[in-house]
């Protein structure tokens, strides 16, 4: 699902956005996760810069998962089970 | 507490849960971006993650949840990057040499170059082009996380694309002469008149 907005100052155009809630899903178990707009429609005037500033949100959105960030949601869902255990 | 109400809470955890998997890594990236260094980003993006559990209650479901823990980030970066000298900060001398070298002009421009450019940036232009730039928020988006007004936010974007450009590519003399700079700001500015995105 797309997100049309004005995305940079040189143009404006619909693309499925990183922003955008219905877009990239992310796989725990490989650790990484699709960006969500890199298959979508482009600004016919998208510019280099925002291209490049783009691709550099998705190569660290689409790095895999750090372990810590792994350990601290185990820590998280310890936390509501024991919130369900003794409810 | 009654047991439905204790079930509700549950789901809304679970759900809290949830919305915060699916953000990390659009929080890391974001706060690679702010930082330029990747294990502070990730300090700050797990120690951002953690506020925001613990003030989970707070969280009001429906609204939006994604600026509210790029918020919650952001913050953190400015209060980490009070006490701590590692994180990047703006540097005026570095870019003056930088906009003085004139790298050769290419078409093409690579990723770390602007990874390089970014560092140079004011924080608050950085934080600006990363959400709106490179994570595509809307102004008011944007607008929201940063506390600004929108009119703000397309001037720090118009300002911080004008630097980046120029420390990227080299200098030419809209960039480096102020009045011709402003200009040139006030003409990317007014390309987009118009903020408001259609979903």
Redesign the interface.
Known sequence: MG??????????GT?P?????GG?Q?D?KKGK?QAS?LGGAMDPEFD????????????????P??N??LD??DQ??A??SA??KF? | MEPQAKTVKQDASDDFRSQMVALIPSLRAFARGLCGNRELADDLAQEAMMRAWAAHESFTPGTNFRAWMFMILRNQFYTTMRKNSRMTSWDPEAAERLLVEAPPQQHHIHMTDVEKALKKLPAEQREILMLVGAGGASYEEAAEITGCAIGTVKSRLARGRVALAALINGPDEAVLKKPSASKRVRDEMSKHPDPTPSI
């Open positions: 997100i049309t907005t004005n995305c940079g100052l040189s143009g404006s693309f956005s990183a922003w955008n809630d990239g992310l725990m996760r707009h280099s810069l925002t291209a490049a500033l783009r691709q550099m949100h998705d190569s660290i959105a689409n790095e998962v750090p810590d960030f601290l949601l998280i869902d936390k509501i919130t369900k409810s």
